[in-house]
């Protein structure tokens, strides 16, 4: 028994809803990745304005064996780590309580010039560039396989739309970083709408063929035709 024309069509609209969403999904779990590391990388390793210090320099600074308290007050309380905070957070801390004062004391020494300890402004702004090209390079050849999933010109529009307006909210990015990838994701939109009109448009003139050549064999078919 074949399916009902209706039935049929409705699935076929649920699978695309379907492939629709997995694009969308996909789409914003890649540009969550990117924004979210790049904003981590610039929150731990690029220097404050208030402090003058990058957060990693001054997590570091707290676990030195002489340091100023007041400097303490730009740092959250869960990075204020100390030898005694480490011990009371593992499972079996009740052990370490009968450890000497002397080792729940202890801070490590770390030498804050030396360049292992410490990430020039010249070297984190090198390093995240390349970083964020090299993942716009793999987004974009993502993001034309993902689109190739979208064979309507409304839904092509407005999951354009929806990642425009993802990326204008998003926090964590720069200017140029952001503009960037809207470009990669307009070549995108332009690649799949270019495909889909030329799909409607083989389509149409294959119809057209089949029309124009049913109605000459028709018309060759009348009385008469052949004189």
Known sequence: MKPRPGLSRQGSVKKAQAEHKDVRQSVEACLDIITRTARAAR?????QETTGKSLM??????????VDPAGLNSLPPELRLSTQLL??????STHFLLLPQTIKSYKPYVDLS????TV???????????????SCTEFSQALHTWFSKVDGMK??????SWIRKWLFEAGGLLEYERSHLHRIVDDACKQQLTSIWTAALRGARSGFEKELKGAVEVTLKRPGASG
């Open 87 to 92: 011990l009371s957070s593992l499972p079996s």
């Open 120 to 134: 020039l402004p010249s070297v984190l702004t090198k390093r995240l560039q390349d970083w964020f090209q090299k």
């Open 114 to 117: 030396s360049t292992s300890s």
């Open 43 to 47: 929150t731990i390793f690029k220097e």
């Open 155 to 160: 839904e092509m529009w407005r999951l354009r």
């Open 57 to 66: 320099t001054s997590v570091l600074e707290n676990i030195q064996p002489t």
